[in-house]
């Protein structure tokens, strides 16, 4: 059974540094074809797409957001782990973190966390 | 970026009928070679994350109701709710994993007449 579930802080300043982190279970990030993707959706707006990465390192970002976003993987804690740099009050939103095979669409979310940027 | 339009934005059907949710991309999602369009319906109620419901355009997710259907090729694709049920309420949202960045559809939001 694939689970994932997102943690971080709840609440964070403008220009602070957001790092959230994914811990799943159910599968490996060793296995070549498997992917873990984040995402963020505003209150009350759609979804967006942040980043991927896959076991071999092949990391991809939004080309909007891609100076402010770090992904890593670490294995061995099957956790996979997003920093944002300079957050803003338009960053708020409730973070997915989501499993998908490669060239397949996302199949597994966490439940979500919400990230609340205010002064 | 490959956009994608969803119509309605919103939509209210009686319990029983039938719900359609339309969904345009800007470029073509069907990989040619595989004969398979990138393309994918989720699910989404309140305080809940995202459900897959069909993938690869027209194939039903396991566990998923056969009163769920998606079909369409290219650019122009469509959900079928048939026989709504109240549990059917949700924003629904296409979503292209074509190209990188995947994107999704607006949403649209299924109400009960």
């Known amino acids: 059974q694939i689970t994932l579930k997102e943690s971080g802080p709840t609440f964070v300043r403008p220009t602070q540094t957001l790092t959230l982190t994914c811990t799943f279970s159910g599968f490996s990030l060793s296995t070549s074809t498997v992917g873990v993707g984040w995402f963020r959706q505003p209150p009350g707006k759609a979804l967006e797409w942040l980043a991927l990465i896959y076991r071999d390192d092949d990391r991809r970002y939004s080309p909007s957001l891609k100076s402010r976003l770090t992904i890593t993987k670490d294995t061995s804690k099957d956790q996979v782990v997003l920093t944002m740099t300079n957050m803003d009050p338009v960053d708020t939103g409730t973070y997915y973190c989501a499993y998908r095979q490669r060239h397949n669409c996302y199949s597994y979310w966490g439940q979500g966390t919400l990230v609340t940027v205010s002064s | 970026d490959i956009v994608m339009t969803q119509s309605p934005d919103s939509l209210a059907v009686s319990l029983g009928e039938r719900a359609t949710i339309n969904c345009k991309s800007s470029?073509?999602?069907?990989?040619?070679?595989?004969?398979?369009?990138?393309l994918a319906w989720y699910q989404q109620k309140p305080g809940q994350p995202p459900k897959l419901l069909i993938y690869w355009a027209s194939t039903r997710e396991s566990g998923v109701p056969d009163r769920f259907s998606g079909s369409g090729s290219g650019t122009d694709f469509t959900l079928t709710i048939n026989s709504l049920q109240a549990e059917d309420v949700a924003v629904y949202y296409c979503?292209?994993?074509?190209?990188?960045?995947?994107?999704f559809g607006q949403g649209t939001k299924l109400e009960i007449k």
């Open positions: 470029q073509n999602v069907l990989y040619s070679s595989k004969n398979k369009n990138y």
């Open positions: 979503h292209q994993y074509y190209d990188t960045p995947p994107t």
